[in-house]
């Protein structure tokens, strides 16, 4: 395995000052990059699953990946795809972060409601932000950095930008006044908040307040905020 793996701990209890779960033997471990492409801001796959575990304070450790040990055998038999994150707990090893999630809401309380209707309707808000909403998202991203240079790039870009704002007003309309999708704040909620707040830098998340102050509510959790500090901690620059 590469040097560029570095294993570190995080701490629920440590962090919280409370009397949280002790890491053992069955710590999970997640994957995060070395260095994040987003430099910390909380946009990287990896922070979706922090903020999980810390909403249910559950103990876990961080092995840091750099970009080529990501494509490494020992990587690529976590992750076919040579992505993070992935995530180890005793023999399980996962991949794919709506997975992860997933697994983590099933496995603490927290996440999902008890009642099983609302159950369910939580886990098809998941699949929602990650199948519905997101692709779109991510399509920007590619028109501006990948496919910036190209002739037709300034053609293709409001095109994308229709199709982000077609999901945006649907999910809008569905939100209205409500401060979560459907209840109490579940991870449909968690996975919806970080895929919007890709959109921050474009602006066009404030061409709809309700969805603005939904993201607003998400940043504001103690378990958002203690991921993202996490996160930002490991990408601040060496001293």
């Known amino acids: ?24 033997a069955m710590t999970p471990a997640m994957t995060a990059f070395e260095r994040s492409p987003d430099g910390g801001k909380g946009l990287a796959r990896d922070t979706r699953v922090r903020w999980a575990l810390e909403e ?11 970009f080529p040990a990501m494509k490494e055998p020992a990587h690529l038999a976590l992750h076919p795809f040579g992505q993070i994150p992935t995530y180890e707990e005793g023999n399980l090893a996962i991949f794919e972060t709506g997975a992860i999630v997933l697994h983590i809401a099933e496995q603490h309380a927290g996440l999902l409601p008890k009642d099983a209707d609302a159950r369910a309707r939580a886990i098809t808000w998941m699949f929602a932000a990650l199948s519905t909403v997101e692709p779109p998202i991510l399509d920007l991203s590619t ?17 994308v930008m229709d199709r982000i704002r077609v999901r945006l007003g649907q999910l809008s309309a569905r939100l209205g006044d409500a401060d979560w999708l459907d209840g109490a704040f579940s991870a ?19 061409e709809y307040p309700n969805l603005a102050a939904y993201v607003d509510r998400g940043e504001a959790r103690p378990a958002y905020r203690r991921a993202f500090a996490a996160q930002l901690a490991i990408n601040a620059p060496a001293s």
């Open 1 to 24: 395995m590469s040097t560029s793996h570095k294993l570190i701990r995080q701490s629920y209890e440590a962090r919280t000052g409370g009397s949280g779960k002790q890491a053992d």
């Open 56 to 66: 249910v304070g559950q103990p876990y450790e961080v092995r840091l990946v750099s």
């Open 143 to 159: 028109a501006r950095i990948v496919e910036g240079d190209k002739p037709w790039a300034r053609e293709r870009l409001p095109l």
């Open 188 to 206: 449909g909620d968690l996975l919806m908040v970080s895929v919007l707040l890709r959109l921050r830098m474009s602006g066009v998340l404030g």
